[in-house]
Each structure stands twice: as structure tokens, then as C-alpha cells.
């Protein structure tokens, strides 16, 4: 185990090198005439920490419960590990499950809800209480196991469910909003914590999220998931940066979007007019003129000067916001056209006389950081 | 002024609610034998209604109604609730939902004389049950009790986080032992109190047991009313004393454990 390249290593999704281990083929879930998850397919590979993110009601959490079986999939089917789930309980499946909720049973104390799971499956007493104070000591909780839940605060309570539904060793581990209850400090201590145990373990993870930074600090690969579908499947770097719709690039960090339509799409030089007046992108194949599209700039990607700046797009403005925010500042810039860019700067140490609120400036970005979303 | 006034109404209230059992409690010491007379401190009465024959025996059939009616519909009332609660594709649930709460409001008189037409007719069709006594007197209990304790045990229910019952399915607990591990003790505190409700509206009981009685099975509610027509002798007043603190007893006790929230 040791040996072995984790996931993020190896990164078998990127030529088909391994069998996938798990396999969501064409599922939908019904409620009513509503479909809360709509035909999505989905390979997961093994020792994968695979994110699903996307907002509220977007269907992911229901995608979850039914690879936990507490779902029955309208049509569709699932795989995990080459078995197919269709039909097997819940109480069956090669899965664990670690609830928003943390769902601990209120009236054991924390040994007992701990090894709750290993007894069902018919461990010795003696061996259970050995695996479960392993399990206390990885997850840090010596020293807690004879107390009951409610004695323990949000982030002991959080190591509690995690260590609980880690101790059957399961093939595959689903967490839902695994820190979605803890405070934003926590929370960060937290996420490498659950990287290091999952690397520790070699589990595959699935989580739920609704929290984009917290996807990207995690994971592996990232689905973004709206209105019940996939919009998109990457590593966290291509989900940032080559985004493949306005919802993901809107989703996904800051960003300004441009609408406009084509006006020259030739091999060497592709522009568009917007609104704002020309922007220079990178050329690419598939494209018509006069059509419709967006045009999404990060605000990192964007230059700041009060003198004019060398860059293939350049525009003026007039900064009407400063935030300040320590490691950097966001300005919001009005252009002529009306529209309000998001621009963000380092901050140098002692700046003397910064950009501040009122001033005209001159912003400029480079064709590789206008990215072209046609959806 | 809102300050003086509200004491002054609780205290009226009270008075209004508890003077005429604190008084009864009193004149079950009395000395006198007529009871409106006060003749001096005396328990008496109290020896005089444990030699009482007629008023013991229907004392010892109304506890083992009780008992045993409360324990039954505490056992259906559970398996009541857990349908109304948790299958939530059952299919009439609604329906089954809005009607559990019937026997809440019906009147007494309705449902005792609905239970009587039924078992009359019953005995000429099936030929159970026969007559009238024990057996119908309990049915009838365990049939008004189920709609109480469903209704205990249904609120202490939905207040569960379903997840709980999740994540020891997901552990691998069939939904039997999910049951018994993991819902039963969590309802447990409904289930004392829901039963201990049963009992003591089974004891109380005069209306329908009256209707749904038959010779030889007279509950204890029954012997009063009757002995009460010809005139109260005092040691009514001892045996309703005894009520009293019995009642209370069953309420502070449920009182309690509904009070102490899931955690």
C-alpha cells in the first residue's frame, strides 16, 4: 500500500489506464414529475477524493444517497468495484457514509458508536475495542472514548463520525458536507487532516459539497453538478481555468464575464465585441462569426496601473471600491460601457500612495486569459 | 399594574382548579360521618375502604385493566406511529393520520355506544365476544389509549433526526436491529410517558366501560358513580384521595420525561 502512487499521481482519468472503481452509468432519480439527478454518468477511480459541488438542490446529495443505497435510482444503474448495486440494501453495500448531521447515536457513548459497525459484522468483542482505539487515536480522540456525544464539541463530533464510518475499512467512504458545521478555522485545519487520513487509508472518498474552496483544496478531481446534471468533470486547476460554461466559471472563484458575439475567428487571431469594445482571445477551432458568447476573465489575470499598460487587451476606468483584504486588495473598476470589473492585486509591503478609490486607471489582460464560453 | 395583576389571576385560578380535590383530600380525615360536617382528624375511613369488599375487587380489576390495556396500546400505538412517521409510501397514510386522532375528540358517550353495537353484533355473527365483561371492557380501553399513545410516541418520532437511523443501517445493521438498537431507546422516554398517559385515562374511565361492562365485571369509576347516587359516605372520600395521588403520581412522572428533551 505504501508503494502504491496515490490517485493524484497516477491520475488514471487522464488516458484510460485502470478500470474505473466506481461506475455511475446514466442514473436518474425521480421525485414526482421532478428529476432531482438527471442522467448523469460518472467513473470514479480508485483512491480517488472525488468532490461533487454545486448549490443547493442541484441534486448531489441525492446522487449520494444512492450510492449509499438509501435512494432507489429510477433508471440507471451503479457499479462499485465491478458489483452492481441495483437492488442490494443499504445495510449491504461496501460503502460507509458520514452524515452532515454527524447522525451519532445520542445514548452510546463514543467507543460504542465507534464500534457499533464492526460489531454488526460479527467482529469479536476484543478486537472490535482494539481496531475502534486505533481508529480514536488516528482521528486524534484518546481519552474520549467512555463519553457520550453530546459532551463533545462540533469538531470532536466531527471526528467521531468520520472515525465511525472509517472503521469497517469500506471500499468506498461518502461524506456529505463533512465540515459543513464547523467554524471557518476548524474547518481548514480539518480538510488536511481528511487528506491525510484518506492518503493514510487509501479509501475512496466522494464528498458533497456546496463550498467551492473547500472542493478545491480536497479533491482529486471536481463534478460540478446543476439542475440535477454534470456540468463539468476536472482536476481542480482545469475546472479553474479552462471552465467549459458561464454556470462553472461563475461558480468556481471570481470572475468577469463579457457578453458578446464573434467578430473575426480566423486560425490566427480570434476577436470578439463586446459591449466593452474588442477583446483579443486565443483562436479556436468550431467557431462562427456573429455568434453569441462569453467572454470570462479572472480577476487575478487582470492588470492594474494608473499609467497605460502593454498587454494585447486594454481598457479604462474609474475605480469606484477598495477592499482591503491583507495578503491583496479588490478594486471595482467602472468601464465605459457600463460594466463593473472585479480586479484583484497583490499588496506590496509599505505601499506607499496605493491605488485608491476615485482614480482613473488602465487595466489590461492577455488573449490566454480571456477564456471563450459558448455555453 | 400588568405586574400585581397577573399573580393575583394565577392564584384565583388555582384555587378554582385544586380547592375542591384539596377539600376532598381534607374530608377524607374527617372524623364525622357526615360529610359535610367537620368532626376531627381521623383515618378511619381509610381502614373502613380497605375492608371493603365490593370497592376492592373493583379496584383490583380497574388496575389490571389498566395494566394490561396500557401495555397494549402502548405496543400498537409504537407500531402505529412508526408507520405514520417513518413509511412514508404507505398508502392511506394521510388518511390513517388524521383518523388516529378521532378518538381524541369523539365523545365518550359516541364511542362507548359504537363499541356496544359492535360487539352485540359480533357475538350474533361470530359468536366473540361472548357477553359482555372483562374482555370487551379492555378492548375498548386498548382501542381509545392506541390514538393517545400514537400520539405521544408520533411527536418524540418525528423530532428524531432520520439520519440516526441511517448511519446504523449504513453500518450494517439490518433494519430490525436498527429498531431495537438505535429507535427504541431513543423513544423510550415517549413510551413510559404514553403509557403511563394510557393508564391513568384507562383508570379514570367511567362513560364507555359503563356502556361495554357487563355483571360481575364493575371497574372501580363504576362502583363510585353507583354508591355516590345514594348519598356520599366518607369513605369515598378516602378512595378518591387515593386516586388523587395516584393520578398525579403517573402525571409528574410523564410530565418529566417529556420534558427532558433528545439530545
Given at each position: 500500500?505504501?508503494?502504491?502512487?496515490?490517485?493524484?499521481?497516477?491520475?488514471?482519468?487522464?488516458?484510460?489506464?485502470?478500470?474505473?472503481?466506481?461506475?455511475?452509468?446514466?442514473?436518474?432519480?425521480?421525485?414526482?414529475?421532478?428529476?432531482?439527478?438527471?442522467?448523469?454518468?460518472?467513473?470514479?477511480?480508485?483512491?480517488?477524493?472525488?468532490?461533487?459541488?454545486?448549490?443547493?438542490?442541484?441534486?448531489?446529495?441525492?446522487?449520494?444517497?444512492?450510492?449509499?443505497?438509501?435512494?432507489?435510482?429510477?433508471?440507471?444503474?451503479?457499479?462499485?468495484?465491478?458489483?452492481?448495486?441495483?437492488?442490494?440494501?443499504?445495510?449491504?453495500?461496501?460503502?460507509?457514509?458520514?452524515?452532515?448531521?454527524?447522525?451519532?447515536?445520542?445514548?452510546?457513548?463514543?467507543?460504542?458508536?465507534?464500534?457499533?459497525?464492526?460489531?454488526?459484522?460479527?467482529?469479536?468483542?476484543?478486537?472490535?475495542?482494539?481496531?475502534?482505539?486505533?481508529?480514536?487515536?488516528?482521528?486524534?480522540?484518546?481519552?474520549?472514548?467512555?463519553?457520550?456525544?453530546?459532551?463533545?464539541?462540533?469538531?470532536?463530533?466531527?471526528?467521531?463520525?468520520?472515525?465511525?464510518?472509517?472503521?469497517?475499512?469500506?471500499?468506498?467512504?461518502?461524506?456529505?458536507?463533512?465540515?459543513?458545521?464547523?467554524?471557518?478555522?476548524?474547518?481548514?485545519?480539518?480538510?488536511?487532516?481528511?487528506?491525510?487520513?484518506?492518503?493514510?487509508?487509501?479509501?475512496?472518498?466522494?464528498?458533497?459539497?456546496?463550498?467551492?474552496?473547500?472542493?478545491?483544496?480536497?479533491?482529486?478531481?471536481?463534478?460540478?453538478?446543476?439542475?440535477?446534471?454534470?456540468?463539468?468533470?476536472?482536476?481542480?486547476?482545469?475546472?479553474?481555468?479552462?471552465?467549459?460554461?458561464?454556470?462553472?466559471?461563475?461558480?468556481?472563484?471570481?470572475?468577469?464575464?463579457?457578453?458578446?458575439?464573434?467578430?473575426?475567428?480566423?486560425?490566427?487571431?480570434?476577436?470578439?465585441?463586446?459591449?466593452?469594445?474588442?477583446?483579443?482571445?486565443?483562436?479556436?477551432?468550431?467557431?462562427?462569426?456573429?455568434?453569441?458568447?462569453?467572454?470570462?476573465?479572472?480577476?487575478?489575470?487582470?492588470?492594474?496601473?494608473?499609467?497605460?499598460?502593454?498587454?494585447?487587451?486594454?481598457?479604462?476606468?474609474?475605480?469606484?471600491?477598495?477592499?482591503?483584504?491583507?495578503?491583496?486588495?479588490?478594486?471595482?473598476?467602472?468601464?465605459?460601457?457600463?460594466?463593473?470589473?472585479?480586479?484583484?492585486?497583490?499588496?506590496?509591503?509599505h505601499e506607499e500612495n496605493p491605488i485608491t478609490w476615485d482614480e482613473a486607471v488602465h487595466i489590461g489582460w492577455s488573449a490566454a486569459a480571456s477564456t471563450v464560453l459558448v455555453k | 399594574m400588568k405586574l400585581r395583576f397577573t399573580p393575583i389571576m394565577a392564584l384565583f385560578g388555582f384555587i378554582f382548579l385544586y380547592g375542591p380535590i384539596v377539600s376532598l383530600v381534607i374530608y377524607s380525615f374527617n372524623k364525622s360521618k357526615l360529610v359535610t360536617v367537620w368532626g376531627g382528624w381521623s383515618t378511619k375511613w381509610y381502614a373502613e375502604l380497605?375492608?371493603?369488599?365490593?370497592?376492592?375487587?373493583?379496584?383490583?380489576?380497574?388496575?389490571?385493566?389498566?395494566?394490561?390495556?396500557?401495555?397494549?396500546?402502548?405496543?400498537?400505538?409504537?407500531?402505529?406511529?412508526?408507520?405514520?412517521?417513518?413509511?412514508?409510501?404507505?398508502?392511506?397514510?394521510?388518511?390513517?393520520?388524521?383518523?388516529?386522532?378521532?378518538?381524541?375528540?369523539?365523545?365518550?358517550?359516541?364511542?362507548?355506544?359504537?363499541?356496544?353495537?359492535?360487539?352485540?353484533?359480533?357475538?350474533?355473527?361470530?359468536?366473540?365476544?361472548?357477553?359482555?365483561?372483562?374482555?370487551?371492557?379492555?378492548?375498548?380501553?386498548?382501542?381509545?389509549?392506541?390514538?393517545?399513545?400514537?400520539?405521544?410516541?408520533?411527536?418524540?418520532?418525528?423530532?428524531?433526526?432520520?439520519?440516526?437511523?441511517?448511519?446504523?443501517?449504513?453500518?450494517?445493521?439490518?433494519?430490525?436491529?436498527?429498531?431495537?438498537?438505535?429507535?427504541?431507546?431513543?423513544?423510550?422516554?415517549?413510551?413510559i410517558s404514553g403509557w403511563l398517559l394510557a393508564f391513568t385515562l384507562s383508570l379514570d374511565d367511567l362513560v364507555i366501560s359503563s356502556f361495554v361492562s357487563g355483571p360481575g365485571a364493575t371497574t372501580l369509576p363504576m362502583v363510585i358513580f353507583s354508591k355516590v347516587r345514594l348519598g356520599v359516605s366518607p369513605d369515598i372520600n378516602a378512595l378518591a384521595s387515593l386516586i388523587v395521588l395516584a393520578v398525579s403520581i403517573g402525571i409528574i412522572i410523564s410530565a418529566l420525561l417529556m420534558r427532558k428533551k433528545p439530545r
Amino acid at each position: 500500500m505504501a508503494e502504491e502512487l496515490s490517485a493524484c499521481e497516477r491520475r488514471p482519468w487522464v488516458e484510460a489506464t485502470e478500470k474505473p472503481f466506481v461506475r455511475i452509468k446514466g442514473i436518474t432519480k425521480m421525485f414526482g414529475d421532478l428529476a432531482a439527478v438527471d442522467d448523469v454518468s460518472l467513473d470514479i477511480y480508485r483512491g480517488e477524493l472525488f468532490c461533487l459541488l454545486g448549490g443547493s438542490g442541484c441534486g448531489k446529495s441525492t446522487l449520494l444517497r444512492m450510492l449509499a443505497g438509501f435512494e432507489t435510482q429510477t433508471s440507471g444503474a451503479i457499479e462499485i468495484d465491478g458489483q452492481d448495486m441495483t437492488g442490494v440494501a443499504a445495510n449491504l453495500r461496501p460503502t460507509n457514509m458520514m452524515f452532515q448531521s454527524y447522525a451519532l447515536f445520542p445514548h452510546m457513548s463514543v467507543e460504542k458508536n465507534v464500534a457499533y459497525g464492526l460489531l454488526r459484522e460479527g467482529v469479536s468483542k476484543g478486537e472490535a475495542m482494539q481496531r475502534t482505539k486505533d481508529m480514536l487515536s488516528l482521528v486524534k480522540l484518546d481519552g474520549f472514548a467512555s463519553r457520550k456525544p453530546h459532551q463533545l464539541s462540533g469538531g470532536q463530533q466531527q471526528r467521531v463520525a468520520l472515525a465511525r464510518s472509517l472503521i469497517k475499512q469500506p471500499k468506498l467512504l461518502l461524506l456529505d458536507e463533512p465540515l459543513g458545521a464547523l467554524d471557518k478555522k476548524l474547518r481548514e485545519e480539518t480538510q488536511f487532516e481528511l487528506i491525510r487520513i484518506q492518503e493514510d487509508l487509501g479509501v475512496t472518498f466522494i464528498v458533497v459539497t456546496h463550498d467551492q474552496e473547500e472542493a478545491m483544496t480536497l479533491s482529486t478531481r471536481i463534478g460540478v453538478m446543476d439542475a440535477g446534471g454534470i456540468v463539468q468533470v476536472g482536476e481542480p486547476r482545469e475546472i479553474y481555468e479552462t471552465p467549459n460554461s458561464k454556470y462553472v466559471a461563475d461558480f468556481i472563484g471570481s470572475v468577469n464575464i463579457f457578453d458578446g458575439e464573434v467578430d473575426v475567428a480566423a486560425p490566427d487571431l480570434m476577436r470578439v465585441n463586446s459591449t466593452e469594445g474588442p477583446i483579443i482571445c486565443e483562436p479556436m477551432a468550431g467557431l462562427n462569426a456573429k455568434q453569441k458568447l462569453h467572454i470570462a476573465v479572472r480577476p487575478e489575470r487582470i492588470q492594474l496601473s494608473r499609467t497605460p499598460i502593454e498587454a494585447t487587451n486594454t481598457m479604462q476606468g474609474m475605480v469606484t471600491e477598495v477592499a482591503y483584504m491583507g495578503n491583496l486588495s479588490v478594486y471595482r473598476v467602472q468601464l465605459a460601457g457600463g460594466q463593473c470589473l472585479k480586479v484583484t492585486a497583490a499588496n506590496g509591503l509599505h505601499e506607499e500612495n496605493p491605488i485608491t478609490w476615485d482614480e482613473a486607471v488602465h487595466i489590461g489582460w492577455s488573449a490566454a486569459a480571456s477564456t471563450v464560453l459558448v455555453k | 399594574m400588568k405586574l400585581r395583576f397577573t399573580p393575583i389571576m394565577a392564584l384565583f385560578g388555582f384555587i378554582f382548579l385544586y380547592g375542591p380535590i384539596v377539600s376532598l383530600v381534607i374530608y377524607s380525615f374527617n372524623k364525622s360521618k357526615l360529610v359535610t360536617v367537620w368532626g376531627g382528624w381521623s383515618t378511619k375511613w381509610y381502614a373502613e375502604l380497605f375492608a371493603n369488599e365490593q370497592i376492592m375487587s373493583a379496584a383490583w380489576l380497574s388496575l389490571k385493566i389498566g395494566v394490561i390495556s396500557a401495555s397494549v396500546a402502548t405496543v400498537f400505538g409504537t407500531m402505529m406511529a412508526m408507520v405514520l412517521v417513518r413509511f412514508k409510501k404507505v398508502r392511506g397514510r394521510g388518511l390513517m393520520g388524521g383518523m388516529i386522532t378521532g378518538p381524541l375528540v369523539m365523545p365518550d358517550v359516541i364511542i362507548g355506544l359504537s363499541l356496544l353495537l359492535l360487539f352485540v353484533a359480533m357475538q350474533s355473527l361470530i359468536g366473540w365476544p361472548a357477553g359482555r365483561g372483562l374482555t370487551t371492557i379492555l378492548i375498548a380501553h386498548i382501542t381509545f389509549n392506541m390514538a393517545f399513545v400514537t400520539v405521544v410516541v408520533q411527536s418524540r418520532l418525528s423530532d428524531m433526526d432520520d439520519s440516526i437511523e441511517e448511519a446504523a443501517l449504513d453500518l450494517g445493521a439490518s433494519p430490525t436491529r436498527v429498531f431495537f438498537d438505535i429507535t427504541l431507546p431513543m423513544i423510550t422516554p415517549a413510551l413510559i410517558s404514553g403509557w403511563l398517559l394510557a393508564f391513568t385515562l384507562s383508570l379514570d374511565d367511567l362513560v364507555i366501560s359503563s356502556f361495554v361492562s357487563g355483571p360481575g365485571a364493575t371497574t372501580l369509576p363504576m362502583v363510585i358513580f353507583s354508591k355516590v347516587r345514594l348519598g356520599v359516605s366518607p369513605d369515598i372520600n378516602a378512595l378518591a384521595s387515593l386516586i388523587v395521588l395516584a393520578v398525579s403520581i403517573g402525571i409528574i412522572i410523564s410530565a418529566l420525561l417529556m420534558r427532558k428533551k433528545p439530545r
